[in-house]
Every structure is written in structure tokens, then in C-alpha cells.
């Protein structure tokens, strides 16, 4: 009975440690969340800005008929722009409210700390498909984009569950996929962006949310 009771305190105790240094409010919902965004961001480039996937853009992205360069790339910017707002605010409305409903806070220095070491690989990678854009290599960006996001999920994974890190290093395998098969990167970034997200939001749901 006694061995008993003290596997218990250690148990008590190693739930208290892990919680002080790991980020343990995401939220399962924000993961499926992210990629239900992702997915209607790609189904748009797709349908609307790529027109049903009609051949209108040379490999730089040029109009090969009425249009211009800008034209494109901008629609592709706002679009790219607005999955992340929408995917962000997802992540941190569900998180809060699983912060809320644990009692725990959001917004700790484990959080902080998760956030800083997320946002190193991930503000890198943004700079460096500007730079590619800027160079006309447009058919890298995004395999480049499913990289930098993977290395930043392993960077930030160590603070937080395990499943993080095994999603960012799922990332980085479909970025390189996307740079060898450049006529499918657009399915490439909605089976990372989208289908992997909503695969592991399932996985964080049902083994921390429920």
C-alpha cells in the first residue's frame, strides 16, 4: 500500500514538473482548425486565383495572356496572408479556452519561450521566400514555406507534447517532396497545411482534450 501511494506522489510530481516547463494549452481543435483553413485556402488558389488549374502563368508566374505579374502574386500574397490570420486566431481562441477550462494560463513563460523558438525558423523562412519571389524562383516557395514551418515545429517541439515535433518533422518531409515534384506543390502544401493538421489536431483531441 505504501510502495503504492509513493508511485503516486512520483506520478503527482512529474505531472507538476512537465506541466511548469512544457506548453500544454494547445488545443486540439486549433490543430483542425489550421488545416480546415489551409485546406479552403488551397481549394481557392486552386479554383479561383489558378482558375480550375487552366495553365494561364508560365514558372514565374507571368500572365502568359492578358494579366500581369503583380496581379498574380499579389492574389497568392493576401491569400497566403489570410490562412495564417485565420489560422492563428483558430489556435489561439481554442487554446485560450482550454486554458480557461483547466485553469491554467495562457500566456506563461513556457509560452513565451515556445513562441520565441517557433517564430525563429518560421520569420527566417518568410524572409527567405520573399527573397526567392524577388528572384523569380517561385516554383521553391513552396516547398521552402513546408521546410521553415517544419523546422520550426521541431525547434518549439521540445517545450511543448511530442506530437508537435513529429508534425513539423512530417512538415519537412512533404517540403522536400513539393521541391522534387514542383507540378504538385500546391497539393503538397494542402496535405502539410491541411490534411497533417487535421490529423494531428484528431490525435492532440483525443489524447489530452477529451
Not at 503583380?70 to 497566403?80: F, H, N
Not at 513565451?112 to 527573397?131: D, E, K, M
Not at 522536400?176 to 487535421?198: D, E, Q, R, S, T
Amino acid at each position: 500500500m505504501k510502495n503504492h501511494q509513493n508511485i503516486e506522489d512520483l506520478k503527482h510530481i512529474r505531472s507538476l514538473m512537465e506541466r511548469s516547463s512544457k506548453f500544454l494549452s494547445l488545443s486540439g481543435f486549433s490543430g483542425i482548425a489550421a488545416g480546415v483553413i489551409a485546406l479552403m485556402g488551397a481549394a481557392i488558389a486552386y479554383f479561383f486565383v489558378f482558375e480550375q488549374g487552366a495553365v494561364k502563368y508560365d514558372e514565374y508566374m507571368r500572365a502568359l495572356g492578358h494579366g500581369s505579374t503583380m496581379g498574380i502574386r499579389l492574389q497568392m500574397a493576401v491569400l497566403a496572408a489570410s490562412v495564417l490570420v485565420c489560422a492563428v486566431g483558430a489556435a489561439w481562441y481554442f487554446s485560450s479556452r482550454k486554458a480557461k477550462r483547466t485553469g491554467t494560463r495562457l500566456w506563461t513563460s513556457t509560452a513565451r519561450r515556445t513562441l520565441y523558438h517557433f517564430l525563429i525558423p518560421l520569420v527566417a523562412g518568410g524572409i527567405f521566400c520573399i527573397v526567392l519571389v524577388m528572384n523569380n524562383d517561385i516554383h521553391m516557395v513552396g516547398s521552402a514555406m513546408l521546410i521553415f514551418y517544419g523546422l520550426a515545429l521541431v525547434n518549439s517541439g521540445k517545450f511543448t507534447v511530442d506530437e508537435v515535433h513529429y508534425l513539423g518533422l512530417s512538415e519537412i518531409v512533404l517540403g522536400f517532396l513539393a521541391g522534387v515534384f514542383l507540378n504538385y506543390g500546391l497539393l503538397f502544401w494542402a496535405l502539410g497545411f491541411g490534411v497533417m493538421h487535421i490529423i494531428y489536431g484528431i490525435r492532440m483531441y483525443n489524447k489530452y482534450d477529451r
